[in-house]
Antibody
Framework: EVRLVESGGGLVNPEGSLRLSCAGS????????MNWVRQAPGKGLEWVGR??????????DYAAPVKGRFTMSRDDSKNTVYLQMSSLKTEDTGVYFC???????????WGQGTLVTVSS | SYGLTQPPSVSVSPGQTASISCSGD??????ACWYQQKPGQSPVMVIY???KRPSGIPERFSGSISGNTATLTISGTQATDEADYYC?????????FGGGTKLTVL
């Protein structure tokens, strides 16, 4: 069974930093493309970024609103993907989901999400 | 920037067919996916590559594409299908979501 477990969310001041983690199990993590998707309270889904597998070049792409502030990375030895968030803004508040997949096969598995609240 | 347009809401009676559209300038050349999200839950993919259904998704869910409009169809809609539905596609290595459609079964 595929399982994705996010952690690291919490309350942070504007301009602060936070690191989210997502641990995967039940699949070959090193072969997987991993994404972060967020959802502001009462709003729709917004893609944050994606990191490809190392065998596919390990390319990282970000959505425009987070480019230059957020950094994705992965540690295949720990089956974990990270999202380092810096210079946080109030509009970054929301639930952050970790997902597998990408391209034509879609975002096939999702974690339960972790809540990030940016507020003073 | 590239956008996908969905109707904010769709209503359907139990047992009837619900159709949710998603339009985008380049959608006909991409691979549309659809996700179902119930309140307080994570999204679940119900359609990928325009028309394919992941294992475990009921046959009443189907997808189609015509020109630059993708459509999610739910046949014999059940009360448990009441949820938010999002379409998704790729644009220049980035993921784009539609704004979401709230499906009400009444």
């Amino acid at each position: 069974e595929v399982r994705l477990v996010e952690s690291g969310g919490g309350l942070v001041n504007p301009e602060g930093s936070l690191r989210l983690s997502c641990a995967g199990s039940g699949f070959t993590f090193s072969n997987a493309w991993m994404n972060w998707v967020r959802q502001a309270p009462g709003k729709g889904l917004e893609w944050v970024g994606r990191i490809k597998s190392k065998s596919d070049g390990g390319t990282i792409d970000y959505a425009a609103p987070v480019k230059g502030r957020f950094t994705m990375s992965r540690d295949d030895s720990k089956n974990t993907v990270y999202l380092q968030m810096s210079s946080l803004k109030t509009e970054d508040t929301g639930v952050y989901f970790c997902t597998t997949g990408g391209g034509k096969y879609g975002l096939d598995y999702w974690g339960q999400g972790t809540l990030v609240t940016v507020s003073s | 920037s590239y956008g996908l347009t969905q109707p904010p809401s769709v209503s359907v009676s139990p047992g009837q067919t619900a159709s949710i559209s998603c339009s985008g300038d380049k959608l006909g050349d991409q691979n549309a996916c659809w996700y179902q999200q119930k309140p307080g839950q994570s999204p679940v993919m119900v359609i990928y590559q325009d028309t394919k259904r992941p294992s475990g998704i009921p046959e009443r869910f189907s997808g189609s594409i015509s020109g630059n409009t993708a459509t999610l169809t739910i046949s014999g809609t059940q009360a448990t299908d009441e949820a938010d539905y999002y379409c998704q596609a790729w644009d220049s290595s980035t993921v784009v979501f539609g704004g979401g459609t709230k499906l009400t079964v009444l």
